[in-house]
């Protein structure tokens, strides 16, 4: 599985930004699709994940603030990230899980919450 992310850049505390990401190569293995993000210095942790079938799994930090949407058909992953907040700078990272458990990563999108 290949992931090419899009989106990103600068933005103003406060502001929406929005993410994609397109998946790939074996497209039908992949069961969970999803954002994990890496501040400087900092691990990279979980955003969220969603299910092929459309289970959705967040952050604590981000609930109510971010949505993560899928479209199967596009073989896309989506997030949308309103009242975003200085803390939220990182570079993000698209992945997904196949029902075989193999995980594959895109490459990182930075993300800048900045006035």
């Known amino acids: 599985v290949q992931l090419q992310a899009s989106g990103g850049g600068l933005v103003q505390p406060g502001g929406s930004l929005g993410l994609s990401c397109a998946a790939s190569?074996?497209?039908?293995?992949?069961?969970?699709m999803g954002w994990y993000r890496q501040a400087p210095g900092k691990q990279r942790d979980l955003v969220a994940t969603?299910?092929?079938?459309?289970?959705?799994n967040y952050a604590d930090s981000v609930k109510g603030r971010f949505t993560i949407s899928r479209d199967n058909a596009k073989n896309t992953v989506y997030l949308q990230m309103n009242s975003l907040k200085p803390e939220d700078t990182a570079v993000y990272y698209c992945n997904s899980k196949t029902y075989g458990e193999i995980s594959s990563w895109g490459q990182g999108t930075l993300v800048t919450v900045s006035s």
């Open positions: 190569g074996s497209i039908f293995s992949i069961n969970i």
């Open positions: 969603i299910t092929r079938a459309g289970s959705r």
